[in-house]
């Protein structure tokens, strides 16, 4: 049995120490694979920087072809350009000699031209002396028009004024033979007229009515219409204001007015 066991922590022993010698390799071996992994990566990295340089070489190799090429085709233009000026040069000599002949022609019709002129100017300064003559006469036209204008103004107000005097005195004489409104023998409704609460309220009570209703103004004129056909010499309009109507002269007024000339038989007539 001590044998036994004796074989037994020897063989665990051993496989101990074979266990350490693995895990030293396995450690060794890792440590190779990440300095591996390490070299891989740095010489890839290198690889990729000398890949960058290189393209960024053709990338400047083919700039640098490039502006050949266009200072190429800019040379090709100035040389056309230099043909076009040598032929435009020759066109604006021959140009010139036709010039220099237009302008001896020309010198001489100027100096026809400054004889008429000058002729010209003689006929101008008689014109602007009969211009001046003839504004003068203008003036006094102009003149006597404005004197006649005053005139035909002041004979307008004063036919203005007699006009009035005249309206004046139709609407006093009017007044004198038109007989006085009243309700004697006449169709008399009632309008009520007011405002409460900031809002207008009309009333209308007929003539068989003991009571008013509310009525819009549309209802109103509606209904004074149909009167006014119904009794057209005989419809007599009694307008109420109340005392705390809440209306302005303004309003009050244009309403009485208003209803009065459109339906009440004494503006009709």
Not at 75 to 100: H, P, R, T, Y
Not at 138 to 146: C, D, G, H, V
Not at 178 to 195: C, H, I, L, Q, T
Not at 235 to 241: A, C
């Amino acid at each position: 049995m001590m044998v036994v066991v004796i074989i037994f922590l020897l063989t665990s022993m051993l496989l101990m120490v074979k266990n350490w010698e693995l895990l030293d390799q396995l450690r060794n071996s890792m440590a190779a694979e990440e300095q591996a992994v390490k070299i891989i990566d740095d010489t890839s990295k290198e690889n990729a920087t000398l890949e960058e340089q290189l393209a960024q070489a053709q990338n400047e190799i083919s700039m640098l072809r490039m502006q050949i090429m266009q200072a190429s085709e800019k040379a090709n233009m100035l040389n056309v350009e230099l043909e076009n000026k040598d032929k435009q040069i020759v066109i604006v000599l021959s140009d010139n000699e036709q010039l220099k002949n237009s302008l001896n022609k020309n010198e001489n019709q100027i100096a026809s031209l400054s004889s008429q002129i000058s002729a010209m100017q003689n006929n101008l300064a008689q014109l602007n002396i009969d211009v001046a003559q003839k504004q003068s006469a203008l003036e006094e036209e102009r003149q006597k028009i404005i004197i006649i204008t005053q005139e035909r103004d002041a004979q307008s107000r004063q036919l203005s004024a007699l006009e009035d005097d005249f309206g004046s005195l139709k609407v006093k004489y009017d007044k004198l033979i038109k007989p006085a409104r009243s309700a004697k023998g006449k169709y008399v409704v009632s309008v009520n007229y007011e405002r409460v609460d900031g809002k207008e309220r009309i009333r209308f009570k007929d003539s068989d009515d003991e009571n008013y209703t509310i009525v819009t103004e549309k209802q109103l004129h509606s209904k004074l219409s149909t009167l006014k056909k119904k009794y057209p010499k005989k419809l007599y309009i009694k307008i109420v204001i109340p005392k705390e109507s809440g209306l302005t002269y303004s309003e009050a007024w244009s309403f009485m007015k208003d209803l009065l000339d459109k339906y009440d038989y004494y503006s009709q007539e």
